[in-house]
């Protein structure tokens, strides 16, 4: 079984796409702007002796000359989290303002969420939502090593989450960083495809689905939800876009990410998808040397 | 008087006057607490509300929210209240600590590292016993660590299993 190769008519450089998947990934860091200024975070890495590079497209990210970052100073004191470089994409592309209330459907163990409290500068609210209650300990841990204190952390299924806590109505932002089948985390856990069916795919897309229907409901008119997988598959990414298009209020939007992507796909397998999935885009690991990734940008009331 | 409830966050009461809970801490005395041990202006904590979840488990959380409220977490565990000696936690430290002026020990590399591998060792201090912010001297601030409890010549690491690490380097 080769779950990489049905996707050869999706990608440009097909040989380069699997080439890269063989290869293990940088290390990359995000500095943590709530505890230290990455001038701060970088002089500390200078002080250590750990070369740092840092991204252009996110100066927050750092590759490091370390394949330990959780033994360094910088990282003890929550300056740096180690976080891959794609899975700081969708909160870049959710951005949201200090002050704005937003849910992150599926948190744990936490990096977005603390990316996006981060980029509040801490103000606002960040409600952390995941289903699985032993991962709520790290995604908690996180957080507080990172120093965050706008999160509000609470144990849902996503799909049936309850703003009955709050005192408010709606949310402003939400991103949904789907569960999926993780074929884009190949290069940091070369098993990730070893359990691989299309069956799992028909079943995970189901409560993907569910998740990103839950996410539009919960945000206000005008507001903006963000959808990512770490993942290759249609059916994980463009079908669920377009099952979500039919069922809710909502339409995509372009999204600005400076890295190298590619359009979504209109057609897969035999069906056709609306074609403003091609709004979202597709992070390949060869155009970018790094995780594969997926990532839409979704306007509520459209 | 009620109760507290070990699942559920309350909202602590500003003042004294308005305390339904035996022993829970109030606003006022936390904000007393951090200028009186370290230092730490008040004006800190303006944008923040404490939260008790068990007993003597105070919360610092950034904003507001209804009270009581059954979440998993709201904002950061920032202090022990139902020991003798109140007892700031390792992340409280981190983030607030930075504004302490009083009882912070300042240790060298090699100290600090000893320091956040959770072990004890001893010190020279000839301020007040009890709960200090330890810091070290990085990328030309001074960086709160965490907590060490200091008694008779010896610093005792407070640092958390889960927290304590084996850094390399300066």
Known sequence: ?302 | MTENVGTRFDRLPETADEREVDARPTREEVLTWWEDRYGVPPATFEEHTFWERGAGKVWAFRGDAPSPIEVQGLGMHVLRTDGEHWKPTTNAVQRFGVYATRNVLVLDADAAATFVRGEDQPVEWDGDWGYLVVARALAGTVAPLGVGLYLRGELRSQVPKGRRTDVDGA
Not at chain 1, 10 to 19: H, K, P, S
Not at chain 1, 66 to 74: I, K, M, R, S
Not at chain 1, 177 to 199: F, I, Q
């Open chain 1, 1 to 302: 079984m080769d779950p990489l190769a049905r996707y050869e008519p999706l990608v440009d450089d097909y040989e380069a796409f699997r080439a890269t998947c063989e290869r293990p990934l940088p290390t990359v860091v995000r500095a943590n702007g709530i505890k230290a200024s990455v001038e701060r975070a970088t002089a500390a890495l200078d002080e250590a002796g750990v070369g740092w590079r840092a991204r252009e497209w996110n100066p927050d990210l750092l590759e490091l000359d370390t394949d330990a970052p959780g033994n360094t100073w910088p990282y003890f004191l929550g300056w740096i989290h180690g976080q891959e470089e794609v899975s700081a994409i969708p909160p870049v592309v959710l951005d949201p303002k200090a002050g704005e209330r937003v849910w992150d459907a599926c948190a744990a163990p936490g990096s977005k969420t603390t990316q996006l409290a981060a980029m509040m500068d801490d103000r606002g609210l960040v409600v952390a939502t995941d289903d699985n209650l032993g991962r709520l300990a790290p995604l908690r841990s996180n957080a507080e090593r990172l120093g965050v204190t706008n999160l509000a952390v609470t144990h849902a299924d996503a799909r049936h989450f309850s703003l009955a806590p709050f005192d408010f109505e709606a949310f402003d932002a939400a991103l949904v960083d789907a569960p999926c089948s993780g074929e884009g985390t190949v290069r940091k856990n070369p098993s990730a495809l070893s359990g691989w069916s299309e069956s799992f795919l028909d079943g995970i897309a189901g409560v993907q689905k569910g998740i990103l229907r839950r996410a539009v409901q919960a945000t206000r008119a005008g507001g903006t939800v963000v959808y990512s997988t770490c993942t290759f598959a249609p059916e994980e990414n463009e079908a669920v876009l377009d099952y979500v298009l039919g069922e809710e209020d909502c339409r995509l939007v372009d999204l600005d990410v400076a890295l190298e992507s590619t359009p979504g796909v209109t057609e897969w397998n035999g069906r056709t998808f609306d074609p403003s999935v091609r709004k979202a885009r597709r992070f390949w690991p060869h155009l970018n040397d790094a995780g594969g990734f997926f990532c839409a940008k979704l306007e509520v009331g459209g």
